[in-house]
């Protein structure tokens, strides 16, 4: 099955019985499911790994019970980053599927979601419908997007691993693209790859810093290696531009924290050139930031990934503003951003903006609150013109 539609188990650590029995029975019937205790190999760290199977994944289930509402940590976090990437509403999102194992309350961050009932007569066929409704959603829509652009694209993978004090283990997601009316498409490809490679020659001259007061063989494997991964989701049209979004993790051997983050292109198509800076498209980019910047600012200390009014137990709303304002000083800052079909979306990297354990925020600026500002030909690429009239 494509490794776009991995399925990922999330679960409370008391309901790990159940959610072993339905990654065997997923497994059984032909579905690429994970879940940590069966995949996380001894040495590699479970944060990295965890954030980076979310990643990787096009479909999440969440069992959900009163461990789950009662219980901080893993179970709190892993719902708050799927339900961050629900909201991203992009083609390759990840898709929630609750399912509830005793009579708790379905948690309000997930009562717009259809959600499955373990004790149901029919439970397991049931969830086999859904998993094979939301694949085959998301290839329908993938070939739809595609008709419509006359663009088809798909991934291929770079991976590299070399084993030292420190190893290093790098994989990278390149999309390749085809065109009937834009020739020169496959460039894109070609820009992209060659942007990923240098952090595949930067991991490789760990081969002449090898430390050997710091590691040794008798370590775990991946105790001792720098792991680097980026994963890419659907491209993003919104009109004639086009927007890679990257999901970055890194890990450093021996580190605390493994660190995550996004790294974003954007393209014009017509003529195909990088737009490769968030101020080369307003008019005046001096006058432009201070006013992009408070609103950044403002979405950013009210910021809330669940999108309740009443947080569950856990949940950050909110970032603290004296972090906020050092993570937003400058336009590298906002050098992580999308073009959608509302908003410019722009992604921020742990540490940034807020502590690791409040993730990768991101805020989304509706395009009539900065339209009036950006240059014409980015105005009719992205088709704006409507936000211009009084």
Same mark, same amino acid.
């Given at each position: 099955?494509?490794?776009?539609?991995?399925?990922?188990?999330?679960?409370?650590?008391?309901?790990?019985?159940?959610?072993?029995?339905?990654?065997?029975?997923?497994?059984?019937?032909?579905?690429?499911?994970?879940?940590?205790?069966?995949?996380?190999?001894?040495?590699?760290?479970?944060?990295?790994?965890?954030?980076? +199977?979310?990643?990787?994944?096009?479909?999440?289930?969440?069992?959900?019970?009163?461990?789950?509402?009662?219980?901080?940590?893993?179970?709190?976090?892993?719902?708050?980053?799927?339900?961050?990437?629900?909201?991203?509403?992009?083609?390759?999102?990840?898709?929630?599927?609750?399912?509830?194992?005793?009579?708790?309350?379905?948690?309000?961050?997930?009562?717009?979601?259809?959600?499955?009932?373990?004790?149901?007569?029919?439970?397991?066929?049931?969830?086999?419908?859904?998993? +094979?409704?939301?694949?085959?959603?998301?290839?329908?829509?993938?070939?739809?997007?595609?008709?419509?652009?006359?663009?088809?694209?798909?991934?291929?993978?770079?991976?590299?691993?070399?084993?030292?004090?420190?190893?290093?283990?790098?994989?990278?997601?390149?999309?390749?693209?085809?065109?009937?009316?834009?020739?020169?498409?496959?460039?894109?490809?070609?820009?992209?790859?060659?942007?990923?490679?240098?952090?595949?020659?930067?991991?490789?001259?760990?081969?002449?810093?090898?430390?050997?007061?710091?590691?040794?063989?008798?370590?775990?494997?991946?105790?001792?290696?720098?792991?680097?991964? +980026?994963?890419?989701?659907?491209?993003?049209?919104?009109?004639?531009?086009?927007?890679?979004?990257?999901?970055?993790?890194?890990?450093?051997?021996?580190?605390?924290?493994?660190?995550?983050?996004?790294?974003?292109?954007?393209?014009?198509?017509?003529?195909?050139?990088?737009?490769?800076?968030?101020?080369?498209?307003?008019?005046?980019?001096?006058?432009?930031?201070?006013?992009?910047?408070?609103?950044?600012?403002?979405?950013?200390?009210?910021?809330?990934?669940?999108?309740?009014?009443?947080?569950?137990?856990?949940?950050?709303?909110?970032?603290?503003?004296?972090?906020?304002?050092?993570?937003?000083?400058?336009?590298?800052?906002?050098?992580?951003?999308?073009?959608?079909?509302?908003?410019?979306?722009?992604?921020?990297?742990?540490?940034?903006?807020?502590?690791?354990?409040?993730?990768?925020?991101?805020?989304?600026?509706?395009?009539?609150?900065?339209?009036?500002?950006?240059?014409?030909?980015?105005?009719?690429?992205?088709?704006?013109?409507?936000?211009?009239?009084?």
């Amino acid at each position: 099955m494509d490794s776009n539609f991995q399925i990922f188990i999330s679960y409370a650590k008391p309901d790990r019985e159940a959610a072993g029995e339905l990654y065997d029975w997923l497994k059984q019937n032909g579905f690429d499911s994970w879940i940590d205790f069966k995949k996380i190999k001894g040495g590699q760290n479970w944060d990295f790994e965890i954030k980076r +199977a979310l990643d990787r994944s096009g479909i999440i289930v969440i069992l959900w019970s009163k461990n789950s509402r009662d219980r901080r940590g893993y179970i709190q976090r892993e719902l708050r980053i799927s339900l961050d990437k629900y909201q991203e509403k992009l083609i390759d999102d990840i898709f929630i599927i609750p399912v509830i194992l005793d009579e708790s309350p379905i948690p309000d961050q997930l009562k717009g979601i259809q959600a499955l009932f373990a004790s149901q007569s029919g439970f397991k066929e049931a969830l086999s419908d859904a998993i +094979a409704h939301q694949i085959e959603r998301l290839g329908g829509e993938r070939e739809r997007v595609q008709l419509d652009q006359e663009i088809t694209w798909h991934p291929t993978l770079i991976k590299e691993e070399w084993e030292g004090m420190p190893g290093y283990s790098v994989e990278l997601q390149i999309l390749e693209f085809s065109s009937t009316t834009i020739p020169n498409i496959i460039q894109i490809g070609q820009h992209v790859k060659g942007v990923l490679l240098e952090h595949l020659f930067s991991n490789r001259r760990t081969k002449f810093e090898q430390d050997s007061a710091s590691y040794n063989y008798a370590q775990d494997k991946w105790s001792r290696t720098n792991t680097f991964d +980026a994963r890419c989701g659907d491209p993003v049209f919104c009109h004639k531009v086009l927007t890679l979004l990257y999901r970055i993790n890194w890990y450093g051997a021996g580190a605390a924290h493994p660190t995550h983050g996004h790294r974003t292109l954007a393209f014009l198509l017509e003529p195909l050139i990088r737009i490769d800076s968030l101020e080369s498209i307003f008019v005046t980019p001096d006058l432009a930031f201070p006013i992009l910047q408070k609103e950044i600012r403002k979405r950013l200390v009210n910021y809330n990934p669940g999108g309740n009014e009443e947080p569950e137990p856990g949940e950050t709303v909110g970032l603290e503003e004296e972090w906020v304002n050092g993570g937003t000083e400058k336009w590298s800052d906002f050098g992580s951003f999308a073009f959608s079909e509302n908003s410019l979306d722009i992604h921020f990297s742990s540490y940034q903006v807020a502590s690791y354990a409040d993730g990768t925020p991101h805020v989304s600026i509706p395009y009539p609150l900065i339209v009036k500002m950006m240059r014409q030909e980015y105005i009719i690429a992205l088709n704006l013109t409507r936000y211009t009239y009084d």
